[in-house]
């Protein structure tokens, strides 16, 4: 999937889930580092705010990032948009470790 079909597919997602996007120029002054923008709050609804002097791959990451934090399981998505969503999400994720190995046991009977 192209980067601006990824973008799309991903702004239709955010307008199901009743999430404004809104494209804003970014002050690069103020901002030290490379913002992309992401989600926020507004008067207690989120919309997820992106600066439009980047182009479709900055603005396809920055809407998966944002979209991760939702519960998007009982949904039917594109192949593409929810493995770049799960990609995206999974970065800040501590995965569980694994269990401790253990000797497993012989019962004396079977010896």
Do not use: N, W
Request: charged share 25%; with cysteine.
């Amino acid at each position: 999937m192209e980067p601006t079909e990824l973008v799309a597919a991903l702004e239709a997602l955010a307008a199901r889930l009743g999430i404004p996007v809104r494209y804003d120029v970014f002050d690069r002054v103020l901002a030290k580092d490379r913002t992309c923008g992401g989600l926020c709050r507004l008067r207690g609804q989120p919309i997820i705010v992106l600066d439009a002097g980047l182009g479709p791959r900055d603005h396809a990451a920055t809407l998966a990032r944002a979209l991760a934090t939702f519960d998007l399981d009982g949904l039917s998505l594109p192949t593409a948009v929810r493995s770049t969503i799960r990609a995206r999400g999974r970065t800040l994720v501590v995965a569980p470790r694994p269990l401790a190995r253990t000797k497993t046991r012989v019962p004396p009977e079977q010896r």
